[in-house]
């Protein structure tokens, strides 16, 4: 059901709930007004978000997760994760000080759901390199770590992780998460029973962290690959498997004990669907490039062909495919030729008989 309204009755309805939210009004009332703006900012119409913005809405919002009660900021929190949604209010939220408010919220005094709703905040915010940058430098790293442990809700979780992904696009806060000691946590974060969405951003973080070499084999030490690999198999979300692919392509490339280690895992198989027509090109250009890293010796090149990897491969060079989806297939297939050496002849064959 639509939360919208009609055009004519929402700027005075929002002017005077604004007006409550900022007046010294009853903490009741309050309460009534943010309920009132959640309702319009739940299902994320894009239309409302920006009138309520537009209606001077986050400013008190920012004041009442800072000042409130309990039941105060648990509601204003999660209008403001809402609203943060969008990339024009995440810089309004920004800058009204929404980001020590918000950090604050993460720690062991606040109600549950309003961790939650702090860290999905923050996940919205962090996007942009610099206000990323502001946000660990209010302490919200170490906090979100925390609420990765076991006793925390999976949703939580998932959005505490989620953050912590949307940090790095500050590269500063990459190492400064690696060496926090959060790498075991996160493998496990990556294991069954745990929600699709928590696997999915927690495969995209261990990518980001694997970048830097040292990092890689931290990763592997702890479990990564085998849980990785798993991931891989069709019974995961295509966005799952197209992370999992991404990391174990990193680790591939940044340590060649790793790559050993993930071919031995049987990752070739399950890599080559990826490939195929019913996948976004983005997962398609991520296996393309997982496949180029394994193609390192002629064995190698032997198993992918033997998956069906070549053909695929040689699809994505057809007009039509994206030139980022072309290009990762057309280095993936120089890699196999390079990679083939004596076992061209027999390759051929084998491509022949496809």
């Excluded at 949604?85 to 720690?107: F, K, R, S, Y």
């Excluded at 990518?207 to 991931?231: D, F, M, Y």
């Excluded at 976004?280 to 002629?298: E, H, N, P």
Aim: hydrophobic share 50%; aromatic share 2%; proline share 6%.
């Amino acid at each position: 059901m639509s939360h919208a309204v009609t055009p004519e009755a929402l700027p005075a309805n929002l002017r005077s709930l604004v007006r409550i939210l900022g007046a010294d009004s009853r903490p009741e009332q309050k309460m009534k007004a943010i309920a009132k703006i959640g309702d319009l900012c739940g299902d994320r119409n894009l239309g409302n978000i920006v009138a309520v913005a537009a209606a001077g809405a986050i400013p008190p919002l920012v004041k009442l997760i800072g000042s409130g009660s309990v039941c105060m900021q648990m509601a204003a929190s999660s209008v403001l994760t809402d609203l943060a949604a969008n990339a024009d209010n995440a810089a309004t939220i920004a800058a009204a000080g929404a980001i020590p408010c918000l950090v604050h919220l993460l720690g062991p005094d606040t109600h549950p759901d309003t961790q939650y709703n702090a860290a999905g905040a923050l996940n919205h915010l962090g996007r942009d390199a610099g206000v990323a940058a502001t946000i660990a430098a209010a302490g919200a790293i170490p906090r979100l770590l925390h609420l990765l442990s076991p006793e925390f809700p999976a949703d939580t979780q998932s959005n505490a992780v989620s953050a912590l992904h949307t940090l790095t696009v500050h590269r500063e806060n990459v190492v400064t998460i690696a060496v926090s000691g959060a790498i075991p946590r996160l493998v496990q974060l990556l294991g069954p029973g745990y929600p699709a969405k928590s696997q999915q951003m927690t495969a995209g973080l261990l990518l980001r962290l694997s970048l830097i070499a040292e990092n890689a084999v931290t990763i592997a030490a702890a479990g990564a690959i085998p849980r990785l690999v798993q991931l891989l198999e069709s019974g995961f979300p295509a966005e799952v498997r197209s992370n999992a692919a991404g990391a174990l392509g990193c680790l591939s490339e940044k340590n060649p004990w790793n790559a050993v280690a993930i071919v031995v895992a049987g990752t070739i198989p399950l890599l080559v669907p990826l490939l195929g027509p019913d996948f976004q090109a983005v997962t398609q250009q991520t296996a393309a490039q997982a496949l180029g890293c394994r193609a390192f010796d002629s064995q190698n090149v032997l198993i992918i062909a033997a998956a069906g990897g070549i053909p695929a491969l040689l699809q994505l060079l057809q007009p039509g495919s994206p030139t980022f989806v072309s290009m990762a297939a057309r280095g993936a297939l120089r890699r196999i030729q390079q990679a083939a050496g004596a076992s061209r002849l027999q390759l051929i064959n084998l491509v022949g008989a496809l």
